[in-house]
């Protein structure tokens, strides 16, 4: 192996992107053309070692010309796939170089567990949330963590939520304390006289009934308790008409909160009222309250800004999400940082430890005393990236300021499409039932439309993506295909952009 410096590394790295299509391509076309297979010489393993400039023969030819623009354009609508801020970027770029293993906080030796608790407590203020509940490295008993996306935040959620239901039933019935964690899920709920742990939800995203599965609760295990005539809304008074009858029912409840529906953008709650009165309720019956705020927690940017009339709707929708006992948000959507970024937040750290504890290895110790949390015992993983560099990155470098006018931007393209769409008589604004000034006024970051010509709409996600202009992903809402336009990217130009979509989109019909 030749030996290289970082220096003589980077070079390389430019020297590649010069030439690298997908880079030099930007936002001309968002998707790669004719993806081949990947030639046979290409796939197997070299006897090597090959010159590093050989090696990269390989990822120049056969591998970046076919990458998409995901992140490089900012009409890459998929999903809701973020970008990568410069100051993210450098951040990115230093956690490969330095390569800390985040795993044990060992303050004399890096001051890594240290930024990783300085980028979860900007976050906190980031959110607004009160800092007297929620953070990491306090003497409370609030918490967090990164994780390597909202998924695995989901997972944690329940995972705490699944620990705290059970044994504070098992407390109930038999007074004495018992854990998951120690004890297993079995007998825990035996003991508890606990035969289901059912998950509460309105439109949960598909990684929740994932995360179900993963903690041993079950993807059956979540039921709807959706407000009769809304599209998301919590039936405040079937969580209590549950809650009440929890024990007859041998039941325990964890309720997932949707803030941010991953179709239309909306929120499953509409007030601080309204939390408190979940809140209470989940009090009373020994509820869990996790909030999947994927991208949706993003709102609570926009709490108190001075335009803060215009985004009513979205703040209203995250108020009193503070009440929750955990919360997941995602890094590597909204934030802007690169994949994989996940943000996770509990106000039960003990229940962390009960969970997550990596035994006690001698040689993973950290420092006992200490009020920052080891990793390892917190989250999934033992050995971890620095994923904290690049959020403590871009957050140092553009505060909530940057934040806001990112987020704005963000927002003021999806209700420009939105309103295009709406009274365009060839397209029709989802869910249908609102009125323009309700529609707009809820408008997030998501754009969900169809085409009201069935033939159209059938082929319109595939006409929109070879455009090569923009991207979209298709779903399905009511029983029909749809298009969702999810704006999650810095770049985000109202003007430039929402030009150039309503070109396609008036394109596609001819
Ligand atoms: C994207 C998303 C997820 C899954 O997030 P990953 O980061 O892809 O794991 C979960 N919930 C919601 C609401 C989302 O939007």
């Known amino acids: 192996m030749e030996l290289k410096t970082i220096d003589e590394i980077l070079d390389k790295v430019k ?25 046979q010489w290409a796939t197997s393993l070299p006897d090597g070692p090959l010159p590093l400039d050989r090696s990269i023969e390989r990822l120049t030819a056969n591998v970046l010309p076919y990458l998409n623009a995901s992140s490089l354009s900012s009409r890459y609508y998929g999903f809701v796939t973020g970008g990568v801020t410069p100051a993210a970027f450098v951040g990115d770029v230093l956690t490969t170089i330095y ?56 997972v944690l959620g329940l995972a705490l939520g699944r620990e705290y239901v059970l044994s504070e039933a098992a407390k109930r019935a038999t007074g004495k304390a018992m854990s998951v964690g120690e004890h297993g899920l079995l007998a825990v709920a035996q003991a508890a006289q606990v035969d289901q742990v059912k998950i ?119 108020r009193g999400l503070e009440f929750a006992d955990s919360i997941t948000a995602d890094g590597h959507k909204l934030l802007n940082v690169p994949y994989d970024c996940g943000i996770f937040f509990t106000r039960h750290k003990n229940l962390s430890f009960n969970t ?40 140092s470098a553009y505060g909530r300021e940057g934040y806001c006018d990112m987020l704005i931007r963000q927002v003021g393209l999806a209700r420009r499409l939105a309103a ?5 008589e060839k397209y029709e604004l989802l869910p249908a039932r609102l009125g323009k000034d309700e529609a707009l006024a809820k408008t997030f970051i998501i754009v969900l439309f169809r085409a009201k010509e ?57």
């Open 420 to 424: 295009w769409i709406y009274e365009h």
């Open 200 to 318: 509460l939800s309105t439109l949960p995203h598909s990684s929740v009934a994932k995360a179900a599965s993963i903690v041993g609760l079950g993807r059956s295990s979540i039921v709807s308790i959706l407000q009769e005539g809304t599209d998301l809304a919590i039936d405040v008074e079937k969580l209590q008409d549950l809650g009440e009858d929890a024990e007859a029912q041998r039941t325990a409840y964890i309720l997932a909160i949707s803030a941010g529906e991953v179709n239309t953008g909306h929120f499953a709650s509409d007030s601080a009222d309204m939390m408190k009165q979940v809140r209470e309720i989940c009090d009373k019956y020994g509820i869990w309250i996790h909030v999947d705020g994927a991208f949706g927690f993003f709102g609570r940017v926009l709490i108190g800004h001075k335009q803060s009339q215009d985004y009513q709707h979205i703040t209203a929708g995250t």
């Open 99 to 154: 390569d800390q293993n985040v795993a044990v906080h060992l303050p004399a030796e890096t001051i890594a567990t240290d930024v990783e608790v300085a980028a979860l407590n900007m976050l906190v203020d980031l959110f607004q949330l009160p800092k007297q509940d929620w953070g990491a490295g306090t003497d409370g008993n609030s918490g967090g963590i990164f994780t390597t996306g909202a998924t695995a935040s989901n």
């Open 454 to 510: 069935d033939a159209v709409n059938e082929k319109l996600v595939k006409m929109i993506k070879n455009s090569g202009k923009m991207y979209v992903s298709g779903t399905s809402w009511d029983g029909k295909p749809a298009a969702r336009i999810a704006i999650s990217n810095w770049r985000v130009d109202v003007e430039a952009d929402g030009t150039i979509v309503e070109e396609v989109l008036e394109s596609v019909l001819r």
């Open 356 to 395: 997550f504890q990596n035994g006690n290895a001698a040689y993973l110790a950290g420092v006992g005393a200490s009020l920052v949390q080891d990793p390892l015992n917190t989250g999934l993983e033992n050995s971890r990236r620095f994923r904290a560099l690049p959020v403590y990155a871009t957050l």
């Open 15 to 39: 020297n590649i992107i010069k030439s690298a299509p997908s880079v030099a391509r930007d936002d001309s076309t968002v998707l790669p053309k004719n993806i081949p297979a990947l030639p």
